[in-house]
C-alpha cells in the first residue's frame, strides 16, 4: 500500500445554538476523532493530547538528539493544556497541525513554524471547515468559489504577499506558527510563533557556532528521515541539498537522490549532484528536463488556493511519480528553503547592519571586503551604495515583486488594500538586514507540496524544520557572508562531510535554458491563452501587441508564470 502524506478534514459547529456537526467518515480517511464542538476525519500519524485533543502528522520532542513523539507525558499533558497550546511549539517541533480545547470553551487549531502540513479554512453554513489541501466540499470548483482578484494580482507579483488571504475568495489559511480559535461566535487568529521573537535585539557580541548549527541540521534532519524507511532526495548540485544528503547518512531509511539538468553548459550539475551522492553513499539518477514535456494547459497543482507559478516544478513532479511507481517512496525531500534560512543575501545590507552596531572600523572593513569578494563590486561603488542606504528615510524598503505584464493602476490599488502578511510589521528595534532575513524565510514557507496529499508520500523540507530556523534567525547578517561567501556557517559548519570542491563554489546552474526552451515551443498557445483567458478577463494584464521578450525585457519564465496562473484559473472557473 501506498504511503500518503498526513491529511485531515475537520468541521465545527456553526455557532452555540446549532446542533453538533454529523457527517460521515470520507473513504478515505479511516480514522475519525470526534468530540464536543469537533470533528476531524484524518489519515496518517497522531498523537492524541490526552483524549481531549490530537496532533495530525509528525510531533518531536526538542532536544540533541531530538526524540519523536508517540505518546505525551501526564507533565506534557498539564503544561499544553495549561499554555492553551504553547507549549506545543516551545517544547516540540515537527510537521503537524494539531486541534485541542482550550480556555473559554473554545476549540483552538495550531499550524506548526515548518507549514509541514497546509491548514485552509472557509466559513460555511454548516460551521468552520478546515482541510489540509482542496479539492473536496466544501473547497471545489463546483461550490461556487470565486477568484480573489487583488489577492492574485499581489501574489503574481510577489507570492504569499496576502499572507492569510489566498487567492480564492472565502477561503483563508492558517499561516506557519499561527492559531485559529473557534468559539462558535466566529473565528480568531493568534500568534503563538514569529520568526521576531527569534531575531537578538541587539546584534552585539553574537558569533557563529558552526557546529551548533551542524549538530541542529544533523539531528533534525536524522529525525525526520528515522520516520520513513525510504526517501528520495531531489539534489540538485548546490550547498543546500547538499547539507540535506550528508545529514541524511545519519538516518536508519535508504535514500535515493535524482537530479535534473538540462544539456547546456549553465545548466548542466550532474558532476556537481554526483560528487555530493558520491560522498554520502546515495544512488542518483539523472534525468533530462528536455525529455519532461510539459502541458502548459495543465495546472501544476490544483488542490492549493494560491497557483504554483514555477513550470519546471511540473517536470520535477513527473520525476517524482515515475520514481513512486518502481519503487517504495515514502517521503520526498528536498533542501528548498535552505538559501532563505541561511541568509544567502548579495547586497550592502549587513555593512549597514554592522555599522548600526557601532562595529570597529576593522570590523566594519572586513565586511565591506567580504561583499567585494560575494559580489565582485569595487570599494567606491560599495561606498555609494552605503552612503544611499544609510540617507534614504525609508528604513525598511518595500517588499519588491515583478510587476512585468501586469497593468500598473490595478496593481498599486491591491497592494494598498491587500492587507499584508504580518511578517512584514517589523519591529521598531530590528535592522535592515533582520527584516530582509525574516522576508526570505516569509517566501520559503507555505509551499503547499506539488502532489495531493491523498494519493502522494509528503513532501519535507528538513531545513525549514522550526531548530533551524530559529538558531539561523538568531544570527547577524554579516556572520553569513563571512569570508566573501554567501551562507558562508553553513558552508563552515559542513566542511567535513562535504567535497571542498562542492562547498567552495560560487555560483550554480539552473533550469533557465529549459524554461526558455519550453516557452519558445509553445509561444503561440501561450499568448493566445493568456489573451483570450480567465486571467485576461480580470483585466490585471497589459499585454504587448507581439510578443517582444528580449526588447521589453520580459523573460520566457515571466510568460511560463502567467499561463501556469492563467491554467490553475480555468481549473477554478472551468474556463
Not at 480568531?188 to 558552526?210: E, M, N, Q
Not at 515514502?330 to 548579495?346: H, I, K, Q
Not at 567535497?499 to 550554480?508: E, I, M
Amino acid at each position: 500500500m501506498a504511503v500518503t502524506a498526513p491529511r485531515f478534514l475537520a468541521r465545527t459547529p456553526a455557532g452555540p445554538a446549532k446542533a453538533e456537526v454529523g457527517i460521515a467518515a470520507p473513504s478515505d480517511f479511516p480514522t475519525a476523532f470526534v468530540k464536543p464542538g469537533l470533528h476531524v476525519d484524518y489519515a496518517g500519524p497522531a498523537v492524541h493530547i490526552g483524549d481531549r485533543g490530537i496532533v495530525i502528522g509528525h510531533l518531536f520532542r526538542r532536544g540533541l538528539p531530538s526524540e519523536r513523539v508517540l505518546e505525551l507525558t501526564q507533565t506534557e499533558l498539564t503544561r499544553i493544556f495549561q499554555s492553551d497550546g504553547a507549549s506545543l511549539l516551545s517544547e516540540f517541533w515537527g510537521g503537524y497541525v494539531a486541534f485541542l480545547p482550550i480556555s473559554g470553551g473554545k476549540v483552538r487549531i495550531i499550524r506548526d513554524p515548518s507549514g509541514t502540513i497546509p491548514a485552509y479554512w472557509r466559513d460555511t453554513s454548516e460551521g468552520i471547515i478546515v482541510a489540509s489541501e482542496l479539492g473536496r466540499a466544501p473547497f471545489t470548483s463546483n461550490e461556487d468559489l470565486r477568484i480573489d482578484a487583488e489577492a492574485l494580482t499581489v501574489h503574481l507579483w510577489t507570492p504569499h504577499f496576502a499572507g492569510r488571504r489566498t487567492c480564492i475568495d472565502g477561503v483563508s489559511e492558517i499561516l506557519p506558527g499561527e492559531a485559529l480559535d473557534l468559539n462558535g461566535h466566529g473565528p480568531l487568529t493568534v500568534t503563538l510563533w514569529s520568526p521576531w521573537d527569534h531575531v537578538p535585539a541587539s546584534r552585539r557580541g553574537i558569533t557563529a557556532d558552526p557546529a551548533l548549527l551542524y549538530d541542529t541540521i544533523v539531528d533534525v534532519v536524522t529525525t525526520w528521515g528515522n520516520c520513513f524507511q525510504s526517501v528520495l532526495l531531489g539534489l540538485s548540485g548546490g550547498l543546500d541539498s547538499s547539507i540535506v544528503a550528508a545529514a541524511l547518512a545519519s538516518a536508519n531509511c535508504h535514500v535515493s537522490g535524482f537530479t535534473m539538468y538540462s544539456p547546456d553548459d549553465d545548466s548542466d550539475e550532474r558532476a556537481y549532484a554526483r560528487m555530493a551522492a558520491d560522498a554520502c553513499g546515495i544512488s542518483i539518477t539523472s534525468v533530462d528536463y528536455d525529455r519532461e514535456r510539459l502541458d502548459i494547459t495543465r495546472p501544476i497543482a490544483t488542490h492549493v488556493a494560491r497557483p504554483f507559478l514555477a513550470h519546471y516544478a511540473q517536470a520535477i513532479a513527473n520525476v517524482r511519480e515515475r520514481a513512486a511507481r518502481e519503487c517504495r517512496i515514502d517521503a520526498y525531500f528536498s533542501g528548498n528553503g535552505g538559501d532563505n534560512v541561511f541568509c544567502m543575501m548579495r547586497s550592502v545590507t549587513p555593512i549597514v547592519d554592522r555599522l548600526a552596531t557601532r562595529a570597529s572600523p576593522r570590523g566594519v572593513l572586513r565586511t565591506i571586503d567580504d561583499i567585494a569578494v560575494l559580489t565582485g563590486a569595487d570599494w567606491l561603488s560599495i561606498a555609494r551604495r552605503v552612503l544611499r542606504r544609510i540617507t534614504n528615510k525609508t528604513r525598511y524598503p518595500p517588499p519588491k515583486g515583478d510587476g512585468s505584464l501586469l497593468i500598473a493602476d490595478r496593481l498599486a490599488q491591491a497592494i494598498e488594500d491587500v492587507p499584508r502578511h504580518p511578517w512584514y510589521e517589523v519591529p521598531h528595534n530590528a535592522s535592515p538586514a533582520s527584516a530582509a532575513h525574516v522576508a526570505m524565510v516569509r517566501r520559503a514557507l507555505g509551499n503547499d507540496g506539488l502532489h495531493s496529499r491523498t494519493t502522494h508520500p509528503p513532501s519535507i523540507s528538513p531545513l525549514l524544520s522550526q531548530p533551524v530556523m530559529e538558531l539561523c534567525l538568531g544570527l547577524p547578517s554579516w556572520l553569513w557572508i563571512e569570508g566573501g561567501a554567501d551562507r558562508a556557517v553553513a558552508r563552515h559548519a559542513f566542511r567535513d562531510a562535504l567535497p571542498p570542491a562542492l562547498l567552495d563554489r560560487r555560483s550554480k546552474g539552473g533550469p533557465g535554458a529549459f524554461v526558455h526552451r519550453t516557452y519558445l515551443r509553445h509561444e503561440t498557445e501561450v499568448l493566445d491563452r493568456l489573451r483570450d483567458g480567465p486571467l485576461s478577463d480580470l483585466g490585471i494584464l497589459g499585454l504587448p501587441p507581439k510578443p517582444r521578450i528580449v526588447t521589453d525585457g520580459i523573460t520566457a519564465q515571466r510568460m511560463l508564470t502567467l499561463v501556469a496562473a492563467d491554467a490553475w484559473m480555468r481549473h477554478w472557473t472551468g474556463g
